[in-house]
């Protein structure tokens, strides 16, 4: 079956602009997580979305990081007035359980600031 | 601070050594305790959980509370096995995973 896919897979925007990252889940999959990985660092949590309710959004960087999941399958991570500490990859995962039991991961967009 | 300590960035040895990737963690609860491991060109994928007590290709790791490390072993290396290796906590009751920076493995002939 399909995994998580992410889409674009790599994304090049010059500063100050908007982007946004998109996930599909796996079908069913209850739980999404969004985490952030720098160069040389493993990766870190962004956010959290139990079906469509954003439970946890504690590791988001800035307000200028926002993330929707509004029918509790896709989700979209947009992040506004790009600055080049943005550049990184973003990973999303999916669980069928609440928490991170067997979460998948995706393969990841790839965003540099330039 | 640094919740999950991967001490070594590159870890190279031969074929049919014992490998042993390091992880120690900062938590004072009852953490839950995950590998996960990224081969080249694929995605992030889960190796084992502390939870489980299982042995995934050939890899086993015990959660050592009073040393608080969750070191990976596996005791004859093979070259499939090079990869980046990345340990990562789950707090109690929490929902985030900690992710380490990483370790590369790689296994030569």
């Known amino acids: 079956g399909a995994g998580v896919s992410q889409s674009p897979r790599y994304k090049v925007a010059k500063r100050g602009q908007d982007v946004a990252l998109r996930c599909d889940p796996i079908?069913?999959?209850?739980?999404l997580f969004w985490y952030q990985q720098a160069l040389g660092q493993g990766p870190e949590f962004l956010t959290y979305?139990?079906?469509?309710?954003?439970?946890?959004k504690s590791g988001l960087p800035s307000d200028r990081f926002f993330a929707e999941r509004p029918e509790g399958s896709v989700s979209t991570l947009k992040i506004q007035r790009t600055q080049q500490e943005d550049s990184a990859v973003y990973l999303c995962?999916?669980?069928?359980?609440?928490?991170?039991?067997?979460?998948?991961f995706g393969p990841g967009t790839r965003l540099t600031v330039t | 601070a640094q919740r999950v300590t991967q001490p070594e960035k590159l870890l190279s040895v031969f074929k049919g050594a014992p490998v042993e990737l390091k992880c120690n963690y900062s938590?004072?609860?009852?953490?839950?305790l995950f590998w996960y491991v990224q081969y080249s060109r694929q995605r992030l994928q889960l190796l084992l959980r502390?939870?489980s007590r299982e042995s995934i290709k050939g890899f086993t790791a015990d959660l050592n509370k009073g040393e608080t490390s969750f070191h990976l072993k596996k005791p004859f290396a093979q070259e499939e096995d090079s990869a980046m290796y990345y340990c990562?906590?789950?707090?109690?009751?929490?929902?985030?995973?900690?992710f380490g920076k990483g370790t590369t493995l790689s296994v030569s002939s």
């Open positions: 995962a999916s669980s069928s359980r609440q928490g991170p039991f067997g979460q998948y």
């Open positions: 502390h939870i």
């Open positions: 979305f139990q079906n469509e309710a954003q439970l946890d």
């Open positions: 938590y004072s609860g009852s953490p839950e």
């Open positions: 079908s069913g999959h209850v739980s």
């Open positions: 990562a906590l789950r707090e109690l009751g929490g929902t985030a995973l900690i």
